[in-house]
């Protein structure tokens, strides 16, 4: 058989469809990026097309997004987050750059000067106008020089929280009564999340102290997602360390519990019903974070906010302060992805 190039992309997408249906990623990502790559099918289909609902919340599908023609990899997205929260600070860098640059040139100019004002003779420089500039331009290059450390420091740091974040939007979530799954990234632009992590204790609590704000959470578009740290890691079937104490899991139905207490919080509405997919993928985020937040390592409980823009806006450990968060919330517009605990 000799396809037409209509019928080659069609029996590639075609195929890796029939291959998520059965689960099988790995073979489903490979004829994807054929049909795009060889077979020049528009990546948007694979972001649209309800049949890829699944895939889209595997790992293989950030695979295949660095992979193909017209797909943003996990790279460029984090690039682009970071330089859209700092706008400026590119500019910055090339200002202290070239700034230092030039002090750095200027200093091996006046340094060949300083050796001919020292030899003296006809024609020599002067030696307090040469050794003068020698300190001018040694001050400055030291000054652009912590400047310009700083700005790479700070850099850095962003790009590290941004890379964080976009694990985050890699992670899965069931939607409503477990018939789809998502990745975490597609609630973006439309909701706020607030994820409660930690004992089934602490996520009871932490929505008890949730009742009386239902209209406020559903006004402002958010939703609870509880993850149990108590479960056992669903791969290993090992508990990850987390903290002092420890408890063993009760039911192993405790995230769809307590997600189903969420979505009570939001007058039942179905679509707002969240779960998380591979509670030990959500486990190992959560600790990670942790870690990064600066936390006390020893801490169980702990709540993450995330801005409708995707952006971790607000932590801390414990039950939040409700009523200082909602009057807290972002404008998405200036959030510059600062950290801050409650």
């Not at 929280?161 to 018939?179: A, Q, S």
């Not at 702990?302 to 302060?321: D, E, M």
Request: charge should be neutral.
């Amino acid at each position: 058989m000799k396809p037409n190039e209509d019928e080659a992309r069609a029996a590639s997408y075609n195929r890796a469809c029939g291959y998520v249906k059965m689960n099988m990623y790995d073979e489903a990502k490979d004829d994807l990026i054929a049909a795009v790559n060889v077979h020049n099918l528009k990546f948007k289909v694979l972001t649209s097309d309800p049949d890829l609902d699944a895939f889209r919340a595997s790992t293989q599908y950030g695979e295949v997004a660095a992979a193909v023609k017209g797909g943003r990899g996990a790279s460029t997205m984090v690039n682009l987050r970071a330089e859209a929260q700092e706008p400026f600070r590119f500019f910055k860098l090339y200002l202290f750059g070239g700034l230092a640059a030039g002090a750095g040139l200027g200093l091996f100019i006046i340094g060949t000067r300083l050796i001919k004002a020292v030899q003296g003779g006809e024609g020599a420089p002067d030696l307090t106008e040469t050794v003068t500039n020698l300190g001018i331009n040694t001050v400055g290059l030291l000054a652009f020089s912590v400047l310009l450390r700083g700005e790479l420091q700070g850099r850095e740091k962003i790009i590290q929280k941004v890379e964080r974040e976009e694990e985050l939007g890699r992670l899965g979530v069931t939607l409503g009564d477990g018939d789809k799954n998502v990745l975490f990234s597609r609630l973006r632009g439309s909701y706020r999340v607030f994820i409660v992590a930690g004992s089934e204790e602490h996520i009871t609590k932490t929505l008890e102290s949730l009742e009386r704000f239902k209209e406020k959470l559903t006004k402002n578009k958010i939703v609870i997602l509880p993850v149990a740290m108590d479960e056992s890691g669903e791969e290993s079937g090992d508990e990850l360390p987390f903290g002092q104490r420890r408890r063993k899991a009760k039911t192993s139905k405790t995230t769809e519990l307590t997600a189903s207490a969420a979505a009570a919080l939001l007058g039942g509405d179905k679509k707002l019903k969240l779960m998380p997919v591979d509670n030990g993928a959500w486990k190992r985020w959560i600790i990670n974070q942790i870690e990064s937040s600066g936390f006390d390592p020893t801490v169980r409980d702990v709540f993450f906010g995330v801005a409708k823009n995707g952006t971790i806006w607000k932590s801390g450990a414990g039950i939040p302060n409700w009523m200082k968060l909602f009057e807290d919330l972002p404008d998405e517009d200036s959030i510059q992805g600062k950290v801050t605990g409650v």
